[in-house]
Structures are given as structure tokens and as C-alpha cells.
């Protein structure tokens, strides 16, 4: 079973700065793509940037530019730093990754979910 721990997060100004983290721990053979889903009262969930194994990253269109998301693999961690926030970032961010436990089996798992909130 895999747990995916989110950290970070919170209240943030608009124009301000936050960072999420993302760790991934249990028994597995590697994990995939990670990346950060949100998703706000009234709103659909939005796929918000994920990074691969070797790096490569994609992103919402309105949080490109302002976020980046990183990644280290020694320690299954992925970050998203967020930048020059905005009220409409504020969303739960839950933590997504595709776990790869053999080479037939895998799946996919998700975070608690952490709470960000931007004032204006």
C-alpha cells in the first residue's frame, strides 16, 4: 500500500508565495507520473501540472508561468512552488501519483488533500 503525504499549503496573499510537497512511501517497484490535481467548492477538478519520472512537466493553462512543479526520485517527492497567487488558486490540492508495484500491476493514488486559500 502506498501513502502519499502532502505538506504545505495554507493561507497566502495574492501576489505571494507558497509550496506544497508531496512524498510517496510504502512498498513499490517505482512511481510514474505525480503531479497535483484541485479542485474548489462549485468548481470542477482541475489536473493542475504533473511531472514523469524523467522530468518532463505539463500545466493548467492559468497557472502557467506562476507555478512549478519539481521532483526528486531518490526521495519520491514532488513539489509545486506557486507563485504570484491569485483568490482563484484557492482549492484543495490533493497529490496524485501512478505506482508502479511489478511490471504487470500498478495503480493510481491520491493524497488527503491540502488545503490552500489565497486572500485578496
Known amino acids: 500500500q502506498v501513502q502519499l503525504v502532502e505538506s504545505g499549503g495554507g493561507l497566502g496573499q495574492t501576489g505571494g508565495s507558497l509550496r506544497l510537497s508531496c512524498a510517496a512511501s510504502g512498498i513499490f517497484s517505482r512511481v510514474n507520473l505525480m503531479g497535483w490535481y484541485r479542485h474548489s467548492p462549485g468548481q470542477q477538478r482541475e489536473l493542475v501540472a504533473t511531472?514523469?519520472?524523467?522530468?518532463?512537466?505539463n500545466y493548467l493553462d492559468s497557472v502557467k508561468g506562476r507555478f512549478a512543479i519539481s521532483r526528486d526520485n531518490a526521495k519520491n517527492t514532488i513539489y509545486l512552488q506557486m507563485n504570484s497567487l491569485k483568490p482563484e488558486d484557492t482549492a484543495v490540492y490533493s497529490c496524485y501519483a501512478e505506482i508502479q508495484y511489478s511490471y504487470t500491476r500498478r495503480s493510481s493514488s491520491w493524497g488527503q488533500g491540502t488545503q490552500v486559500t489565497v486572500s485578496s
Open positions: 511531472v514523469t519520472s524523467g522530468g518532463s512537466t
